[in-house]
T-cell receptor
Framework: GQQLNQSPQSMFIQEGEDVSMNCTSS?????WLWYKQDPGEGPVLLIA?????ELTSNGRLTAQFGITRKDSFLNISASIPSDVGIYFC??????????FGTGTSLTVIP | NAGVTQTPKFQVLKTGQSMTLQCAQD?????MYWYRQDPGMGLRLIYY???????DKGEVPNGYNVSRLNKREFSLRLESAAPSQTSVYFC???????????????FGPGTRLTVL
């Protein structure tokens, strides 16, 4: 099946630090999606990317669609405690299916 | 507008028991999905329904059946539960592709299932 590899698997950072994570695929994607999952909840969409090279921001979050279309990056600036959760990348691989990465677990230490 | 709802929130089964997980969405979405989430493995697709009346297997369908009862409801059934099916199950829905500016899925809160 499709492989979406996320790194790092987990991060422990101090409040106020910036965070970077990435997602790589074994094949080309036309859309990249970034989700956040709060503890005990379902994933919620943060940012959607539709074009190679695209850079999109949502508040303190910035995501980029890699030029090769096989990777994507998510940055969080000036982290705060409510940034805690698991961050997933995802992309549609057929008309109706989405594949999800393995997730990056973020812990913010106050 | 409740979005995607799932019942039950928690369930404990014994090996061999059966149960049905219920999912409903009130957003008039065409497609619905069932995923399972296990530690370190992300979300894996079990079954999906592209539209009312159709269902298709995903990555990990063995041991599960689904029913798209109508446009709103998509249920997941475990006929004979096994410990390997201990997981968190998420239902999701998606609008018709191209009908909105953002192609994404909307997730329910999950069902935490333990099979002893």
């Amino acid at each position: 099946g499709q492989q979406l590899n996320q790194s790092p698997q987990s991060m422990f950072i101090q409040e106020g630090e910036d965070v970077s994570m990435n997602c790589t695929s074994s094949s080309i994607f036309n859309t990249w999606l970034w989700y956040k999952q709060d503890p005990g909840e379902g994933p919620v969409l943060l940012i959607a990317l539709y074009k190679a090279g695209e850079l999109t921001s949502n508040g303190r979050l910035t995501a980029q669609f890699g030029i090769t279309r096989k990777d994507s990056f998510l940055n969080i600036s000036a982290s705060i405690p409510s940034d805690v959760g698991i961050y997933f990348c995802a992309g549609p691989v057929t008309g109706n299916q989405f594949y999800f990465g393995t997730g990056t677990s973020l812990t913010v230490i106050p | 507008n409740a979005g995607v709802t799932q019942t039950p929130k928690f369930q404990v089964l014994k090996t061999g028991q059966s149960m049905t997980l219920q999912c409903a969405q009130d957003m008039n979405h065409n497609s619905m999905y069932w995923y399972r989430q296990d530690p370190g493995m992300g979300l894996r697709l079990i079954y999906y329904s592209a539209s009312e009346g159709t269902t298709d297997k995903g990555e990990v369908p063995n041991g599960y059946n689904v029913s798209r009862l109508n446009k709103r409801e998509f249920s997941l059934r475990l006929e004979s539960a096994a410990p390997s099916q201990t997981s968190v199950y998420f239902c999701a829905s998606r609008p018709f592709p191209g009908s909105t500016s953002t192609d994404t899925q909307y997730f329910g809160p999950g069902t935490r299932l333990t099979v002893l």
